[in-house]
């Protein structure tokens, strides 16, 4: 049985979600999360890194629709939010990671250098277009260097998502 305190940490994750603020997490909140990364890194929405974006964006929200929408109307409740995340994550917590991943990868790629990988510092700027505030969001991108060498990659960001739901603020 899973714990109401995890329940609880699960249930706080719900307005990273809802980018809007208005009650419930749906495709726009994608969108728009996928807009403000965009506008953020001065990238056009019809580029490659643009499309891939969205892409990512849509790939997420199908992965968390598919998880927790469980009365299809489009529209993720916060109930239905924590009752589907709590099975996801006590089923496979990477499995619920692996939805991510698509738009995982295209952020990274969109502030990423050559190599694959992104500074600390471009981390921190895409945490807070998607709403972290300043001080969580450079501990959660030194966070996300693992290997202590001021960039960060796929590798570390995928696991640390599925991390992100499990642990307390």
Do not use: C
């Not at 249930?11 to 996928?34: K, L, P, V």
């Not at 927790?68 to 996801?88: L, P, S």
């Not at 619920?96 to 295209?106: G, Q, S, V, Y």
């Not at 807070?128 to 505030?133: D, S, T």
Request: net charge negative; charged share 30%; aromatic share 8%.
């Amino acid at each position: 049985m899973v714990s109401s305190e995890y329940e609880r940490r699960i249930a706080a994750r719900f307005a990273t979600f809802d980018q809007d603020g208005n009650g419930w997490i749906d495709r726009e909140d994608f969108s728009g999360a996928a807009k403000a990364l965009l506008a953020e890194f001065g990238a056009a929405a019809r580029s490659d890194k643009g499309q891939a974006l969205y892409a990512g964006a849509e790939a997420f929200w199908q992965g968390m629709a598919g998880m927790a929408d469980r009365d299809g109307d489009q529209r993720i409740t916060r109930t239905e939010f924590v009752t589907g995340a709590v099975k996801r994550l006590r089923d496979n917590p990477d499995r619920f990671a692996e939805i991510a991943r698509p738009f995982l990868h295209a952020a990274l790629q969109l502030v990423a250098d050559p190599d694959g990988t992104a500074a600390v510092d471009d981390t921190v700027r895409v945490l807070r277009a998607l709403g972290v505030g300043e001080d969580l969001a450079r501990t959660v991108a030194a966070g996300l260097d693992a290997d202590g060498d001021g960039r960060v990659t796929e590798q570390e960001i995928v696991p640390a998502f599925a991390r992100y739901f499990t642990v307390p603020e």
